[in-house]
């Protein structure tokens, strides 16, 4: 489904992924976890192009999403983030009704067709497991949430334009331990219909969550295998080290 192939990249003159390649399998939950600054969010950027914003950067390599390299000559990057969903952070829901939040992007691209948008609105929020919660308050803004419930919107925004991978970089940091336990069950839910990418400090939800962990540390992938052994009887013992609290 995604796949890197011997990816290197430079922000500048500073090389930040170093060789990297990977293989993420459809309808699977992958964990990158490993110390601050060690390009976990470079490498999740690509999968969208997000980084293609930043000015300076260089990649060589490929990165292929659904069989072809989304950086050859005329993909069409709109298409692809259609495709590549992205969760942030801190939830970034716009200054705008929970119900036009999610619609957003439908709006965007130039679906008018009201019922259709309504059906599609209440689906994303269910699928996102917030419906219940806003199902009354449709027209309220997006900013009356709390923070739990804001970043189901912007993960039930992200499932709007129906993506087929969901890229995460922390999606739950900044949630307190129910709101957390949400994303995470919700996680779980969503990787019947989609390939999920989540980047996360939490060693207890990576192992949680994810069926494949890629540890990386100075912008190499030191390791990258089934969650279970990642964590149980990891190859290397800079892996062993790292989960185990000794750095980092
Ligand atoms: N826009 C940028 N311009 C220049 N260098 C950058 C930029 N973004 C990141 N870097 C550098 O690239 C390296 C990897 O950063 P990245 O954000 O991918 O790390 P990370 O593993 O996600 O860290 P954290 O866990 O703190 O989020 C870091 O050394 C960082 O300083
Ligand atoms: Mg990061």
């Known amino acids: 489904m995604i796949q890197s192939k011997n990816i290197d990249f430079y922000y500048s003159d500073f090389h930040a992924l170093k060789g990297i390649s990977m293989e993420m399998e459809a309808h699977t939950v992958t ?42 000559r005329g993909v069409n990057v709109d298409e692809l983030r259609k495709q590549v969903g992205m969760v942030f952070q801190k939830p970034n829901p716009f200054p705008k009704s929970i119900f036009e939040n999610v619609a957003y992007g439908l709006r965007v691209n130039g679906v008018g067709d009201r019922k259709f948008i309504e059906q599609r609105v209440e689906e994303s929020l269910a699928g996102a497991a917030l419906w219940n919660e806003v199902k009354d308050k449709l027209k309220k803004s997006a900013f009356e949430l709390s923070g739990g419930q804001q970043q189901r919107l912007c993960i039930a925004r992200a499932l709007a ?13 900044a949630l307190d331990p129910i709101s957390t336990s949400k994303i995470e069950e919700l996680i779980h839910e969503l990787k019947k219909d989609y390939t999920i990418v989540i980047v996360t400090h939490n060693m207890q939800q990576a ?8 540890f990386f540390m100075l912008g190499d992938l030191v390791e990258f295998s089934d969650t279970k052994k990642m964590f149980l009887n990891p190859d290397k013992e800079q892996t062993q080290n790292y989960i185990t609290g000794r750095f980092g």
């Open 31 to 72: 964990a990158f976890i490993g110390p601050s600054g060690c390009g976990k969010s470079t490498f999740l950027r690509l999968f969208n192009r997000m980084n293609d914003l930043i000015p300076g950067t260089r990649l060589t390599g490929e990165c292929i999403v659904d069989g072809r390299d989304i950086y050859a």
């Open 161 to 173: 334009v129906k993506p087929s991978v969901l890229l995460m970089d922390e999606p739950a940091s």
């Open 207 to 214: 192992a949680r969550v994810s069926d494949k962990t890629g």
